[in-house]
């Protein structure tokens, strides 16, 4: 495969302060790019770090057909880069993108692109406890035209950021009993950037009550419960784990589906089904409510600590040894190579 290559000549990560990383701000010294034009992906180009330029009418900013995807990179003790499980991130993009009537990216591309960006950008990707790369691909309808039409063109990149450990403070979270992310026949299942959009508004009304997240709710009774945040959301009850089946509302998340593997094989049970309010509710009020916890990327597990369903408050216990601790260690130890790989989702970076 043809990849151009134009190299910085001077790193910046010097002037990179590791230690005090706020999440997503700083960016490596190359970013990996892709043209769709005329019906094809052009030969794909590694280039510095910089600004790109757009028209004004480009159809991004007038209608919104923007995918992308979040994965990590880690670094062993070894310095060996490794990815968990990329082949997931690469066929949803593609998933993202038909839904929103955008081309795929071939797979040999992102890969090649992928590999070589990680292999140039290497330093970027610190050792240590908590430290990863966090690499966000996305593709943005470029045609500069402002016909409501599907976009003829498309830019593909790869842009990558240095992260510390995600923590994002006690989080409690409101059940959504009005506002909704994703409807049936909608676009839930895809990660499009609108999907975000639509949930900053009703999470500022959450977070001015002061709670952090909206956990969202299917969008035609408010009586499932379906996602945290810009997470999936799993519940322990007693000593089972309950979390939602994906669907056209639910992003398949890779750290869900992980978990559930990870939980099944450390012989926790656990149950994919709808999970409603009021079973919730009722085990919340028997005590039988011992965690909450969202999954994705970012965090791997963010435990969450209480919440709120119309006028009522719970409160969580403070459990030792809880399944978001176990689960957490048992994946990211498998991420940054601390733990046999018995399920294959390591990916070398070589
Ligand atoms: C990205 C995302 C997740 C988590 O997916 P991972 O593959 O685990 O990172 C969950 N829900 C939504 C809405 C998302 O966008």
Known sequence: MALKIEKITKSKIDTVDFNNLKFGQVFTDHMFECDFINGEWQTPKIRPYQPILFEPSSKVFHYGQAVFEGMKAYKDDDDQIWLFRPDQNQ?????????????????????????????????????????????????????????ASTSTDYKFMIICSPVQSYYAGEVRVVFADKFSRA???????????????????????????????????????????????????????????LTAPTSDRILDGVTRKSIIQLAESLGIKVDVRRVSVTEILAAARKGELLEMFGAGTAAVISPILGFSHKEETFELPKLENSYASVIKKGITDIQTNKAEDKFGWRFKVE
């Open 91 to 147: 066929k949803r993009i593609n998933i993202s993108a038909e839904r929103l009537d955008m081309p795929a990216f071939p797979k040999e591309y992102f890969f090649e692109g992928l590999t070589t960006l990680l292999k140039m950008d290497s330093e970027w990707v610190q050792k240590g406890e908590g430290n990863s790369l966090y690499i966000r691909p996305f593709i943005i309808g470029t045609e500069n035209c402002v016909s």
């Open 183 to 241: 409807a049936d026949g909608g676009v839930g299942f895809a990660k499009a950037a609108g999907n975000y959009a639509a949930s900053f508004y009703p999470a500022k009304l959450a977070r001015e009550k002061g709670f952090q997240q909206v956990v969202w709710t299917d969008a035609s009774t408010h009586e499932y419960l379906e996602e945290a945040g810009t997470m999936n959301v799993f519940f322990r009850v007693n000593d089972t784990l």
